[in-house]
């Protein structure tokens, strides 16, 4: 059994009623040849948020294809204590088919069920207009961020209209953040090199273990390569990084074999965070998924009141990571932190990201 794409987990869909004779509600529909039923407008799919938590496993094979009434662009909810990249979010639906023992989205949602916003015309167009009033700015979008990416787009098929129109444009980059392998759509696209296509790595026993119904670190790599070999520029990102009994050898051959796959120069970024939760998720976590070792550890409640281990404690585990990467990584690579402050940049990097004009700076000067 492969999960290189996980929407195959996906059973039931649910349309809201306004959303019926929308051509993307239909095409993926089509698609999908799976049984549906019509929602009443501004309704709910199911009972299953009732009993939020203990429905989080049944939600993932039900997909409610739905209108987004409020906006779909904006600013990553940062922490103003913490070096931020400055990313904007594109919100193109919640929750994904794979299932994550640390995903924060468990705590952060309270609809256990998948959803995708099918008035995607209303999202082109946003898009279109929040970069036309900005062109002097420059703009790092993220789909990933309440959401995988890529998880879906065999149904969905939403990669080709957004890449396709990041493509035209020349104050934005879009960036695809996935575990999953499903890339079929990305080719033949004329991206102009203004799509970045992005996997979030671990170590493989964290990979196996802890990140449910993903590709493989295999499966991801070959994806990794492909994309290549169609021209996207890549992005890694080893977050959340994990303390686990042979923590140090399982990254290692991760970096390994990323570097023995995927050519060098191809990587835009590659981003490092430590594993850091909000309170409410330990106890969501160790519920769903007794067996997990990951919230049981020593951590400090960080400025943004998110847990994570102790600072001597993330210094080590980066200090590791860090130099593997550096060793194979191509110097155009810009290798960062998210959400660390000055001092961790200094102690593992050597500098602070205030020297090279700051964070979001010095991505923007890899891709622009
Ligand atoms: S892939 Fe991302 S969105 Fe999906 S469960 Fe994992 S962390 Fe959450």
């Excluded at 390569?225 to 009994?245: E, K, M, N, S």
């Amino acid at each position: 059994m492969t999960w290189k794409d996980p929407s195959i987990y996906i059973n039931r869909i649910y349309v809201e009623e306004s959303c019926l004779e929308l051509a993307c509600t239909r095409d993926i529909l089509a698609r999908a040849g799976l049984p549906w039923s019509v929602v009443p407008e501004r309704g709910k799919p199911n009972g299953l948020d009732e009993e939020y938590v203990g429905n989080l496993s049944a939600g993932k094979r039900q997909l409610y294809l739905c209108r987004n009434r409020g906006v779909f662009f904006k600013p990553c909810p940062g922490t103003r204590e913490y070096q931020c990249c400055d990313y904007q979010v594109l919100n193109t639906g919640t929750n994904c088919p794979i299932d994550c023992v640390y995903c924060i989205l468990q705590a952060y949602l309270n609809t256990p069920w998948l959803t995708f916003y099918v008035n995607t015309e209303d999202l082109l167009q946003e898009l279109e207009q929040s970069l036309a009033v900005h062109p002097q700015r420059f703009f790092r979008i993220g789909t990933g961020e309440f959401t995988d990416s890529l998880a879906l787009d065999r149904l969905t098929c939403l990669c080709r209209p957004l890449v396709q129109s990041i493509g035209r444009k020349n104050n934005a980059v879009l960036e695809l953040k996935t575990k999953s392998a499903v890339i079929d759509n990305l080719q033949g696209l004329d991206h102009r090199g203004r799509t970045i296509i992005a996997w979030s790595l671990n170590s493989p026993v964290i990979m196996k273990k802890h990140e449910l119904r993903s590709a493989t670190l295999e499966e991801r790599l070959e994806a990794a390569r492909q994309c290549a070999a169609w021209g996207y520029r890549l992005a890694f990102h080893f977050d959340p990084i994990i303390d686990h009994p042979g923590w140090q050898a399982g990254y290692k051959e991760t970096i390994d074999k990323l570097f023995a796959t995927v050519p060098a120069d191809a990587i835009a970024w590659i981003s490092l965070g430590a594993l850091r939760f909000i309170p409410s998720l330990k106890d969501i976590g160790i519920r769903r998924f007794p067996r997990a070792k990951i919230y049981f550890n020593e951590f400090v409640q960080g400025l943004d009141a998110k847990s994570r281990y102790f600072r001597p404690h993330r210094v080590a585990l980066y200090k590791v990571i860090y130099a593997l990467l550096k060793r194979k990584a191509s110097d155009t690579t810009c290798i960062y932190f998210c959400m660390e402050s000055d001092e961790i940049w200094q102690e593992v990097m050597g500098f602070a990201p205030g020297d090279k004009g700051g964070l979001p700076q010095m991505l923007d000067r890899v891709v622009r």
